[in-house]
């Protein structure tokens, strides 16, 4: 895709944006704004309390007591809900657009759809396709828009204007009186970084809406270079896909993937801002319900756990713990030593093993068949002693006839019946000695027992581990209760598909016990909505079908309704009932800075979307995780081979053209095949390199810091800065600036000045970058240079580049 112009015509007797325009004239569009929204906002206020009081006087009052009105009820009441959260979520720019068409037609554009009291439009919802031309109206291609107006407010107030004109001819003459202009894109990108991805949803432009309203089925591939807004495009592509296809994604929600928690929490107020609160937000670490992994391997060992004979390690992990006794298996018990011979524990273990089901499941049939042939060795065993006095008897002096007539009788009869024999495997089961040998030959795991036992044993590691090198098998073993790391949460998602969920016995029971209460109350639930009012006297057969169709589709409320009964009166989202089941599916999964995830993460995320129904966004060029993709292919093709689209973004907004230009030299060395994005702004001073000798860093970086701070700040809080340092002297930036936030916490981006790694900056943004010791990133890892350009390319304003020596190669512009 080639570079388009993206700055809008200016508008008449303006030289740059609204300082130039009459104050009478800002002052009257003003006032003209202002009670529109008003109007907008009194509106969302009076659907608010209509949605309050509807919860209020909800599940609690009326309409009887049988199943149906209760069903009823509910369904009310969880839709009031749901209407109230979804107007809480859009109090921040409630309305943030205007569209004049040429011919006089105008439509205000927000978050949310709102009409007035006649049912008139007063807000059209920046998803519907009556708003799609406030984002793809461009000077060269403005289709039939006359005029595009951004709003920015300040609360509920009306703060300041900017106009975009396409047809001046097209306005009435008092629209043209008031026409206000400024670029809205790069003044929003001129501000100050608040620590939040910034309210851009007026700033999409054409190659982001096309990635936004892009098909909802098969694999999109979004491909960006820094600052070209494939984030926003994909974080508002749930959005969109969520009010569009809303039958089909409501339920299984959309999961959005990221690379670490700042950056998760840099994104987490755009979708609830857009109304949309079934949408789970995950790092790689927290896939895996009950970890929140956070800790890093080092480059050589996340290579190795990232790979895909990895996969074969937890198989061959799992199998070692199906075992037999080396000879037969002998047990102490009642008395008795029980044994059954080697070969037959080998068939048992076989036939456990060819049943289609994971280990815990497969465990069932060892331990019960195991159990049968103790059971029936102990039963053998008590008729050999039960036989002798009669053998006694014969020696002496002969079996009476009765008896040797009743010994033949019975001589075909099994030695237990079926009830005889299910006593006696749970007799033999409650005995502790038979159990731990069970146990040992083929254990109940969980996915942290089975990795932990294995990192923690060589032994087992050399056993099962025969793909691998031995120095490859010693990246993996660390001690007993070492924290899990981000490339462990694939692994332990990989041994839960193939352990399946432990079946203790009380687990077991309570499960049952709900599934059969809730089947219960789904065939109630069926009935009831089936047979009410559908085959009632007088309805027509078009009525009657329509009915059955109404039914069906209420049944699934009617589930949602018993299970909310049983999540202890918790009005659980989607999101939050997703977060807490491995297997859940997912309608749809959006994976950003996408190049970062391993093979292994990638196989634990196509887990979760088995429609393959995801974007993919992300930037090849940036991949600074050793175990990270070197092309969409690698990735993708094993999953959805040649079905998968690529888009590709090629303007760049954020970042300005004199910093861009030391990006491109690093790119062109560490990614010679991709093209940079071509920055849209030319503002802003030369990026600058600094010597400073590492025992002068403690006084000359606080100097520098201070510095940025001064030149990017406006009095007003906003603004940050970020010192980005190698490993190396990573230690030595935290001592020369005492007290500042370090690393990826949520904490650090409300922090004016954080320190970062490169890893950690990544998918952020800043406006004042400080790069320390750049031919130490360079080196320290195997894709440095990946990492320096991610690193040069976090500034929207002002970058600084702090050597000691001279700087690498890849920064020759600087030089």
């Given at each position: 895709m080639g570079v388009r112009q993206v700055k809008p015509v200016p508008a008449p007797d303006a030289t740059d944006g609204a300082a130039a325009v009459p104050n009478d004239a800002r002052e009257a569009a003003l006032r003209t704004e202002q009670e529109r929204v008003t109007r907008i906002y009194a509106r969302l206020d009076a659907e608010r309390a209509a949605a309050e009081t509807a919860l209020r006087s909800g599940p609690a009052k009326g309409g009887g007591g049988g199943f149906q009105a209760t069903f009823e009820r509910e369904v009310n009441t969880d839709e009031a809900a749901r209407r109230l959260a979804h107007l809480s979520g859009v109090e921040r720019a409630l309305c943030f657009g205007r569209i004049d068409h040429r011919g006089g037609?105008?439509?205000?554009?927000?978050?949310?759809?709102?009409?007035?009291?006649?049912?008139?439009?007063?807000?059209?919802?920046?998803?519907?396709?009556?708003?799609?031309?406030?984002?793809?109206?461009?000077?060269?291609?403005?289709?039939?828009?006359?005029?595009?107006?951004?709003?920015?407010?300040?609360?509920?107030?009306?703060?300041?204007?900017?106009?975009?004109?396409?047809?001046?001819?097209?306005?009435?003459?008092?629209?043209?009186?008031?026409?206000?202009?400024?670029?809205?894109?790069?003044?929003?990108?001129?501000?100050g970084r608040t620590g939040r991805m910034g309210d851009v949803v007026a700033t999409i432009q054409e190659e982001q809406d096309q990635v936004i309203r892009s098909a909802l089925q098969g694999v999109l591939v979004v491909q960006g270079g820094p600052g070209t807004g494939k984030t926003v495009a994909a974080l508002h592509r749930a959005a969109f896909l969520l009010y569009t296809h809303r039958e089909v994604l409501e339920r299984r929600g959309v999961l959005v993937v990221g690379p670490n928690a700042t950056f998760m929490r840099y994104i987490e107020q755009v979708l609830p801002g857009l109304g949309e609160t079934d949408v789970a937000l995950a790092t790689v670490g927290e896939l895996f319900p009950g970890v929140r992994a956070t800790a890093v391997e080092t480059p050589e060992a996340a290579v190795v756990k990232g790979g895909l004979r990895m996969a074969g390690l937890v198989e061959s992990a799992v199998l070692d713990r199906q075992r037999v006794p080396d000879g037969d298996l002998e047990v102490e018990a009642d008395g008795l030593t029980l044994r059954v011979e080697h070969a037959a524990c080998a068939k048992i273990r076989d036939r456990a093993r060819a049943l289609r089901a994971p280990h815990n499941l497969q465990r069932?049939?060892?331990?019960?068949?195991?159990?049968?042939?103790?059971?029936?060795?102990?039963?053998?065993?008590?008729?050999?002693?039960?036989?002798?006095?009669?053998?006694?008897?014969?020696?002496?002096?002969?079996?009476?006839?009765?008896?040797?007539?009743?010994?033949?009788?019975?001589?075909?009869?099994?030695?237990?019946?079926?009830?005889?024999?299910?006593?006696?495997?749970?007799?033999?089961?409650?005995?502790?000695?038979?159990?731990?040998?069970?146990?040992?030959?083929?254990?109940?795991?969980?996915?942290q027992q089975l990795l932990a036992e294995l990192f923690d044993d060589p032994d087992t590691l050399r056993r099962v581990g025969s793909l691998f090198t031995p120095e490859e098998l010693g990246l993996l073993y660390r001690p007993a209760g070492s924290p899990w790391t981000v490339s462990d949460v694939p692994l332990l998602d990989e041994a839960a598909e193939l352990l399946g969920a432990p079946e203790n016995s009380a687990e077991r029971a309570h499960r049952r016990a709900v599934e059969r209460e809730r089947a219960a109350e789904e065939l109630y639930a069926r009935e009831v909505i089936e047979t009410s009012g559908i085959e009632q006297v007088g309805l027509s057969e078009i009525d009657r079908v329509n009915a059955r169709e109404l039914a069906e589709r209420h049944v699934e409320d009617a589930l949602d309704l018993a299970e909310r009964q049983h999540d202890d009166g918790l009005r659980l989202t989607t999101a939050q009932r997703a977060a807490s089941d491995r297997e859940w599916a997912y309608g749809h999964v959006i994976v950003d800075e996408a190049q970062e995830l391993s093979e292994m993460a990638w196989r634990a995320v196509m887990r979760r979307v088995p429609t393959r129904s995801l974007t993919v966004v992300g930037d090849i060029a940036q991949t600074g995780s050793a175990a990270g993709a070197r092309s969409w292919g690698q990735m993708l093709d094993r999953y959805v081979p040649g079905r998968w689209r690529e888009q590709r973004l090629m303007v760049n907004y954020r970042t300005p053209a004199a910093i861009m230009k030391v990006a491109a030299d690093v790119l062109a060395v560490v990614a010679p095949d991709q093209t940079p994005p071509e920055p849209v702004r030319d503002d802003g001073p030369p990026p600058l390199a600094v010597r400073v000798a590492p025992d002068d860093l403690a006084t000359r970086l606080p100097e520098l810091v201070a510095a940025e701070s001064a030149e990017i700040g406006d009095g007003s809080g906003a603004g940050r800065v970020a010192v980005i340092a190698s490993g190396a002297r990573h230690g030595a930036v935290l001592a020369a600036l005492p007290g500042t936030e370090a690393g990826a916490t949520p904490e650090a981006l409300d922090a004016p000045v954080v320190v970062l790694t490169a890893e950690e900056a990544k998918g952020l943004e800043f406006d004042a970058v400080l790069v320390v010791d750049p031919a130490g990133i360079v080196t320290e890892s195997p894709r440095g240079g990946q990492d320096l350009y991610v690193a040069v390319t976090r500034a929207t304003r002002r970058l600084t580049v702090i050597h000691d020596n001279d700087l690498p190669d890849l920064l020759s512009t600087l030089r």
């Amino acid at each position: 895709m080639g570079v388009r112009q993206v700055k809008p015509v200016p508008a008449p007797d303006a030289t740059d944006g609204a300082a130039a325009v009459p104050n009478d004239a800002r002052e009257a569009a003003l006032r003209t704004e202002q009670e529109r929204v008003t109007r907008i906002y009194a509106r969302l206020d009076a659907e608010r309390a209509a949605a309050e009081t509807a919860l209020r006087s909800g599940p609690a009052k009326g309409g009887g007591g049988g199943f149906q009105a209760t069903f009823e009820r509910e369904v009310n009441t969880d839709e009031a809900a749901r209407r109230l959260a979804h107007l809480s979520g859009v109090e921040r720019a409630l309305c943030f657009g205007r569209i004049d068409h040429r011919g006089g037609d105008t439509f205000y554009v927000g978050r949310i759809g709102l009409r007035d009291e006649h049912r008139e439009p007063l807000l059209i919802d920046w998803r519907a396709t009556a708003a799609r031309p406030f984002y793809t109206a461009t000077p060269s291609s403005p289709g039939t828009l006359a005029r595009r107006r951004h709003l920015h407010l300040r609360d509920r107030a009306v703060a300041r204007i900017d106009d975009e004109v396409f047809d001046l001819e097209g306005l009435s003459a008092d629209d043209r009186s008031t026409i206000v202009g400024e670029a809205a894109l790069l003044a929003t990108l001129r501000r100050g970084r608040t620590g939040r991805m910034g309210d851009v949803v007026a700033t999409i432009q054409e190659e982001q809406d096309q990635v936004i309203r892009s098909a909802l089925q098969g694999v999109l591939v979004v491909q960006g270079g820094p600052g070209t807004g494939k984030t926003v495009a994909a974080l508002h592509r749930a959005a969109f896909l969520l009010y569009t296809h809303r039958e089909v994604l409501e339920r299984r929600g959309v999961l959005v993937v990221g690379p670490n928690a700042t950056f998760m929490r840099y994104i987490e107020q755009v979708l609830p801002g857009l109304g949309e609160t079934d949408v789970a937000l995950a790092t790689v670490g927290e896939l895996f319900p009950g970890v929140r992994a956070t800790a890093v391997e080092t480059p050589e060992a996340a290579v190795v756990k990232g790979g895909l004979r990895m996969a074969g390690l937890v198989e061959s992990a799992v199998l070692d713990r199906q075992r037999v006794p080396d000879g037969d298996l002998e047990v102490e018990a009642d008395g008795l030593t029980l044994r059954v011979e080697h070969a037959a524990c080998a068939k048992i273990r076989d036939r456990a093993r060819a049943l289609r089901a994971p280990h815990n499941l497969q465990r069932r049939v060892f331990v019960h068949e195991l159990l049968e042939a103790l059971a029936t060795d102990r039963a053998e065993q008590y008729e050999r002693i039960s036989d002798e006095p009669l053998e006694q008897m014969a020696r002496e002096g002969g079996i009476p006839s009765w008896l040797r007539e009743l010994m033949e009788e019975s001589a075909g009869d099994p030695l237990m019946d079926e009830t005889d024999l299910r006593l006696a495997k749970q007799e033999l089961w409650q005995d502790p000695r038979v159990r731990a040998e069970i146990d040992a030959l083929w254990p109940e795991l969980t996915p942290q027992q089975l990795l932990a036992e294995l990192f923690d044993d060589p032994d087992t590691l050399r056993r099962v581990g025969s793909l691998f090198t031995p120095e490859e098998l010693g990246l993996l073993y660390r001690p007993a209760g070492s924290p899990w790391t981000v490339s462990d949460v694939p692994l332990l998602d990989e041994a839960a598909e193939l352990l399946g969920a432990p079946e203790n016995s009380a687990e077991r029971a309570h499960r049952r016990a709900v599934e059969r209460e809730r089947a219960a109350e789904e065939l109630y639930a069926r009935e009831v909505i089936e047979t009410s009012g559908i085959e009632q006297v007088g309805l027509s057969e078009i009525d009657r079908v329509n009915a059955r169709e109404l039914a069906e589709r209420h049944v699934e409320d009617a589930l949602d309704l018993a299970e909310r009964q049983h999540d202890d009166g918790l009005r659980l989202t989607t999101a939050q009932r997703a977060a807490s089941d491995r297997e859940w599916a997912y309608g749809h999964v959006i994976v950003d800075e996408a190049q970062e995830l391993s093979e292994m993460a990638w196989r634990a995320v196509m887990r979760r979307v088995p429609t393959r129904s995801l974007t993919v966004v992300g930037d090849i060029a940036q991949t600074g995780s050793a175990a990270g993709a070197r092309s969409w292919g690698q990735m993708l093709d094993r999953y959805v081979p040649g079905r998968w689209r690529e888009q590709r973004l090629m303007v760049n907004y954020r970042t300005p053209a004199a910093i861009m230009k030391v990006a491109a030299d690093v790119l062109a060395v560490v990614a010679p095949d991709q093209t940079p994005p071509e920055p849209v702004r030319d503002d802003g001073p030369p990026p600058l390199a600094v010597r400073v000798a590492p025992d002068d860093l403690a006084t000359r970086l606080p100097e520098l810091v201070a510095a940025e701070s001064a030149e990017i700040g406006d009095g007003s809080g906003a603004g940050r800065v970020a010192v980005i340092a190698s490993g190396a002297r990573h230690g030595a930036v935290l001592a020369a600036l005492p007290g500042t936030e370090a690393g990826a916490t949520p904490e650090a981006l409300d922090a004016p000045v954080v320190v970062l790694t490169a890893e950690e900056a990544k998918g952020l943004e800043f406006d004042a970058v400080l790069v320390v010791d750049p031919a130490g990133i360079v080196t320290e890892s195997p894709r440095g240079g990946q990492d320096l350009y991610v690193a040069v390319t976090r500034a929207t304003r002002r970058l600084t580049v702090i050597h000691d020596n001279d700087l690498p190669d890849l920064l020759s512009t600087l030089r």
